[in-house]
């Protein structure tokens, strides 16, 4: 049973314009979630996080929004530099716990 | 050095081999963790260590061995490993073993069985 789905294994966008990433997690009791950035050949790197008690969270050209009655997070990057070419992994945990548990990545490319 | 290294960053090894993946953390961090990347799967965690204690063993076969001798240092030893073991072993770190504190990872192994 998968707790934190990507739907979409990939996505395609044209530089400038918004990139959207959007996961879903089905366990209630998730309570901090992340965002991370896989480049080939490199390890996961940290990008955002966001804990329940907030619904938005901002980095830059980076935002990440939590919507906990659908179970659903978002990462908006705008605008999309070629350089944000990369695989994207939402991850959830609860707080306390040890663990994190990951999506499956969502590979995003963008356009010149 | 920084961060987080993982050696050796190639493995190529037969089933009846014997060989020991290293971690090595520099950001004084106190929790590591072992995961298992699988193609087209998520990440797994392996195994968890909070102040060089096992805090978490996540069902993982015997033929997987953690260790760590301190806080900065981590090592999964493999034995008679199978063919499905293939895949990229990533370390990772974090300040405490914590759910709420974000994980950083090294460039992983990429490991494979013939």
């Known amino acids: 049973d998968q707790q934190v789905k990507q739907n979409s294994p990939s996505l395609s966008v044209q530089e400038g314009r918004i990139s959207i990433l959007n996961c879903d997690y089905t366990n209630s009791m998730f309570d901090y979630f992340l965002w991370y950035k896989k480049y080939p050949a490199e390890g996961p790197t940290f990008l955002i996080s966001i804990s329940s008690i907030k619904d938005k969270n901002e980095d830059g050209r980076f935002t990440v929004f939590l919507n906990k009655s659908a179970k659903h997070l978002s990462l908006h990057i705008v605008p999309s530099q070629p350089g944000d070419s990369a695989v994207y992994f939402c991850a959830a945990s609860i707080w306390g716990a040890q663990k994190l548990v990951f999506g499956q990545g969502t590979r995003l490319t963008i356009n010149p | 050095e920084t961060g987080v290294t993982q050696t050796p960053r190639h493995l190529v090894m037969g089933m009846t081999n014997k060989k020991s993946l290293k971690c090595e953390q520099h950001?004084?961090?106190?929790?590591m963790y072992w995961y298992k990347q699988s193609a087209k799967k998520p990440l797994e965690l392996m195994f968890v260590y909070s102040l060089e204690e096992r805090v978490e063993n996540n069902s993982v076969p015997s033929r997987f061995s953690p260790e760590c001798p301190n806080s900065s240092h981590l090592f999964l030893h493999l034995h008679t490993l199978q063919p499905e073991d293939s895949a990229l072993y990533l370390c990772?770190?974090?300040?405490?073993?914590?759910?709420?504190?974000?994980?950083?990872f090294g460039d992983g192994t990429r490991l494979s069985i013939l």
């Open positions: 950001l004084g961090h106190n929790a």
């Open positions: 990772a770190s974090s300040q405490e073993a914590a759910g709420n504190q974000p994980q950083h």
